[in-house]
């Protein structure tokens, strides 16, 4: 599996931002996917996680309310929407796939196979 993140870029404090990541592979549809992100001096952060069905979505505190996560199989794809954008918000952001379960819950996530590059969003006071 490969992913593509896209999507970022610079927006002002309370505004929105819609992130997507394609993959491609035939497996993409049974795979757990997620988003992360990584602020400049800081450690990797989870953000949310949507199930290979979309029926199951888990969020951060940080994002909870503010953040969307969905999947689209039919086009493999996933997306991050993110209204009331605030300065903390900042980071790169990636995207993850893995079969669901024990990749998740590895340390720092290492466990986890598939990530894509990164896609930055800015976030301006």
């Known amino acids: 599996v490969q992913l593509q993140a896209f999507g970022g870029g610079l927006v002002q404090a309370g505004g929105s931002l819609r992130l997507s990541c394609a993959a491609s592979?035939?497996?993409?549809?049974?795979?757990?996917m997620g988003w992360f992100r990584q602020a400049p001096g800081k450690e990797r952060e989870f953000v949310a996680t949507?199930?290979?069905?979309?029926?199951?979505?888990n969020y951060a505190d940080s994002v909870k309310g503010r953040f969307t996560i969905s999947r689209d199989n039919a086009k493999n794809t996933v997306y991050l929407q993110m209204n009331s954008l605030k300065p903390e918000d900042t980071a790169v952001y990636y995207c993850?796939?893995?079969?669901?379960?024990?990749?998740?819950?590895?340390?720092?996530?290492?466990?986890?196979?598939?990530w894509g590059k990164g896609t930055q969003v800015t976030v301006s006071s």
């Open positions: 949507i199930s290979w069905s979309g029926g199951s979505t």
């Open positions: 993850a796939a893995d079969r669901a379960g024990p990749p998740w819950y590895t340390s720092s996530w290492d466990g986890i196979r598939y």
């Open positions: 592979g035939r497996t993409f549809s049974s795979y757990t």
